[in-house]
């Protein structure tokens, strides 16, 4: 258990490799659907497992672990989803994902 004073987080790892990342770009996008009152969750959907392409290796300094999971987001605003739609379009991760919003 590692933390991470500057934000105020609680990070844990998984044989010494980081685990629980959002991509960056997502990240902030994820944030402003909370910030308008919209909801996003994780659904953990698997076993963890090194990371592989398109996230940087597992042996690699920004590489981990992947933890398979689900983002479950709820937002009233149409323009989210298309925001959402649009970054994965343009990230490495977004290949290897699929968007699902109600």
Known sequence: MLTDEKRQLQLCDAADLPIGHV?????????EIMDKG???????????VPSY???PLHNDPEGGVVLPCDYIISTPYKDDHTIITDTLNHIPEGSVMELLMC
């Open 23 to 31: 991509p960056r770009s997502l990240a902030a996008h994820f944030r």
């Open 38 to 48: 919209g909801e996003v969750y994780a659904i953990v959907t698997g076993n963890p």
């Open 53 to 55: 392409p398109p996230w």
